[in-house]
């Protein structure tokens, strides 16, 4: 998969074996880059062509960016939404038949109206949605370390919400270089591709790891860090 604009002198490489890195020194620069970046995550703007191999890619369904790496949206609409669905297609799976599942739990509700000693109706359930949303069915972070938050929430992103790229703004700068290599390891097993894009030059790597510099002047180093 590549990510290209006009300004860089080649196309950026990102694979699904190690981490790229883009690191933009000159500060004009990488606020426009920025900018545009996310504009085009919102179909704003088209400074990026995102490719894999001869095809293009519709960069504001098939990228997220991911600005802030403390604030990972789990909770959210989207996150939920997919969340109610994989527990409904699930469901499909068991070996009890949702058909009949949800007739007995149905006989229960007329059985309950028919003995109590009033006048009473219910209403039957016609699929789980309500009752999947009941059972709250969420990601599960509690006690996950933050590299192991974001290779959860990136890879629920690629398995349900079809993301094949992901973005994200500064990680070095909140990892230490052992979470660093501990979240690479996470992103190589489950064949996640990320570009990383920082203000300035980490003094840790992880293993098959890429990096292109952009330095003050807006000279390009390309190499393996």
């Known amino acids: 998969?590549?990510?290209?604009?006009?300004?860089?002198q080649a196309p950026l490489e990102i694979t699904e074996n190690g981490v790229a890195t883009l690191v933009i020194e000159n500060p004009v620069f990488y606020r426009s880059f920025i900018e545009d970046l996310l504009l085009q995550s919102q179909s704003c703007s088209s400074r990026f062509t995102l490719a894999e191999g001869n095809t293009v890619l519709n960069l504001s369904k098939e990228a997220?960016?991911?600005?802030?790496?403390?604030?990972?949206?789990?909770?959210?609409?989207?996150?939920?939404?997919?969340?109610?669905?994989?527990?409904?297609?699930?469901?499909?799976?068991?070996?009890?038949?949702?058909?009949?599942?949800?007739?007995?739990?149905?006989?229960?509700?007329?059985?309950i109206a028919s003995s109590l000693s009033f006048e009473a109706?219910?209403?039957?359930?016609?699929?789980?949605?309500?009752?999947?949303?009941?059972?709250?069915?969420?990601?599960?972070?509690?006690?996950?370390?933050?590299?192991?938050?974001?290779?959860e929430y990136l890879s629920f992103l690629s398995l349900y919400c079809g993301k094949k790229l992901f973005v994200i703004l500064n990680l070095k700068a909140s990892l230490n270089g052992r979470e660093f290599s501990e979240l690479a390891k996470l992103l190589r097993y489950?064949?996640?591709?990320?570009?990383?894009?920082?203000?300035?030059?980490?003094?840790?790597?992880?293993?098959?790891?890429?990096?292109?510099?952009?330095?003050?002047?807006l000279c390009e180093i390309v190499g393996l860090q």
């Open 121 to 151: 109706g219910y209403t039957p359930l016609a699929d789980f949605g309500g009752i999947i949303k009941l059972l709250g069915f969420h990601i599960e972070t509690e006690g996950l370390s933050l590299p192991e938050k974001a290779a």
């Open 64 to 111: 997220e960016i991911i600005t802030d790496i403390f604030r990972l949206p789990f909770e959210s609409r989207t996150v939920q939404s997919r969340v109610n669905q994989a527990a409904a297609d699930e469901l499909g799976l068991l070996s009890e038949s949702s058909a009949e599942l949800l007739g007995r739990i149905n006989a229960v509700g007329a059985d």
């Open 190 to 217: 489950k064949k996640i591709r990320v570009l990383l894009i920082e203000n300035r030059k980490s003094e840790f790597s992880a293993e098959n790891e890429t990096v292109r510099i952009i330095d003050n002047d």
């Open 1 to 8: 998969m590549t990510l290209s604009c006009y300004e860089l």
